[in-house]
């Protein structure tokens, strides 16, 4: 009986470091994704950013599904990390975003200007 015991202990302990293994990998993985991420917001590749989002996206749900049990201080820092990473490229965004708001107001600006001024000139 106690043998059986010890067993299922050590199977058990065994399960919890394969998915502690298997969870740093998809931290790794996530981290490496959101520092690519990062990359091309910076390079202001936006649709690579978008195609990596989606996919990591379904690596966080994959990674913290079953993940009820307290959380070691590794996976607390991959977090850290991640959300830092994710302040920086949304931060990105939001500045390209209001950059090619502002840009689009200068163009309407000139576009209207060159149509008051063919205007004026068809008068003549």
């Not at 917001?41 to 966080?60: F, H, N, P, T, Y």
């Amino acid at each position: 009986m106690l043998q059986l015991v010890s067993n299922k202990f050590a199977e058990t302990e065994e399960n919890k470091d394969d998915l502690d293994r298997q969870r740093r990998f998809q931290l790794a993985k996530l981290l490496q994704c959101t520092e690519q991420m990062l990359i091309c917001a910076q390079k202001e590749d936006w649709d690579s950013v978008e195609e990596m989002e989606i996919s990591r996206k379904e690596e966080l749900v994959a990674c913290f599904q079953d993940s009820l049990e307290a959380q070691s201080l590794l996976i607390a820092e991959a977090i850290a990390t991640l959300i830092a990473l994710n302040t920086q490229i949304a931060l990105l965004v939001k500045n390209a975003r209001t950059e090619t708001m502002s840009e689009q107001n200068r163009l309407q600006s000139g576009k209207s200007a060159v149509h008051s001024y063919q205007q004026n000139q068809d008068s003549f």
